[in-house]
């Protein structure tokens, strides 16, 4: 009788215990405590977007507007005045030296942004690019021999005549002797007219008066002197060139070259590569038929 009880009291020992421990095994954990959000880095303030750089054609032999120096840069007045622009403008600039006979191509076909080459706004270019506001005023000016009795353009007519190719000197010139006159030497530059005057193989140049008067200046071995004739010669203005209908790259042109001529920066270029100040500031409006370069 005691050995039964004892198993049952096992029996049931067993059983109570089993019970326990099920029990602990299906007890549910509490739920660990919620971790606070991790806050994130503010956000950084808006980086200004970086100015745009825009190609500049510009054919670096045509001192001092636009040249190459002893270390093969381009400089001059056209390089300093635009840069200072582009600075008022809000945008950058890269030169890029680029013939005269293909500069006008380039920009058509998007290969250069912007002109600055000393070029003279007339209504004929004025259909196939956009000019900015004039920069410069210039007009033509005749170089010959210190003993030529050249005096007036009209005395150039049976003459043999120097010009640069496609320039406004080259067009006064063919109106004078023709199209088809065999007296009109073309050159790729002004310097090489002027060369070959110095050697003799034309009586005279006609350019702009910028360019003669430095050349002239600079090479008094030469021995050449200047005739103008302002009856013969429009005045003429330069502008800096871009795309047809490029507005917006016109505008910021626009805005920097007023700005630089309201405060004195343009004087400033003028006097450091003239020696003098301008007489006027260019005009606003360009001649409507001025046939520079």
Not at 140 to 168: C, H, P, R, W
Request: proline share 4%.
């Amino acid at each position: 009788m005691a050995r039964q009880d004892t198993r049952q009291f096992l029996k049931v020992a067993s059983m109570l215990v089993a019970g326990l421990v099920l029990a602990a095994c299906g007890k549910k954990e509490p739920a660990p405590a919620a971790s606070a959000p991790v806050a994130s880095a503010p956000a950084s303030a808006a980086e200004p977007a970086p100015a745009k750089v825009y190609a500049v054609g510009t054919d670096a032999a045509y001192a001092p507007f636009e040249f190459q120096n002893e270390k093969g840069e381009i400089v001059g007045f056209s390089v300093d005045l635009l840069n200072a622009v582009a600075e008022k403008g809000g945008f950058k600039v890269k030169f890029v030296n680029t013939p005269w006979e293909g500069i006008f191509n380039a920009l058509g076909q998007g290969d250069r942004d912007v002109l600055i080459s000393s070029i003279t706004i007339t209504d004929e270019r004025k259909q196939t690019m956009d000019f900015s506001d004039p920069y410069f005023d210039a007009n033509q000016l005749i170089a010959v021999k210190e003993n030529s009795k050249v005096a007036k353009f009209d005395d150039l007519k049976k003459l043999k005549v120097g010009v640069q190719t496609g320039t406004t000197g080259d067009e006064v010139v063919t109106k004078l002797q023709g199209k088809t006159a065999t007296t009109i030497k073309r050159f790729e530059s002004t310097p090489l007219a002027l060369k070959e005057l110095e050697a003799g193989g034309v009586d005279a140049v006609v350019a702009d008066n910028g360019v003669v008067i430095h050349y002239v200046a600079n090479n008094a071995g030469a021995k050449f002197k200047t005739v103008s004739d302002t009856k013969s010669f429009a005045p003429e203005q330069y502008g800096i060139a871009v795309k047809k209908g490029n507005a917006e790259l016109l505008a910021q042109i626009n805005k920097g070259l007023a700005a630089v001529k309201a405060d004195g920066t343009y004087n400033a270029i003028y006097k450091k590569t003239f020696g003098t100040e301008p007489a006027a500031a260019a005009a606003s409006a360009a001649p409507a038929s001025a046939a520079s370069n």
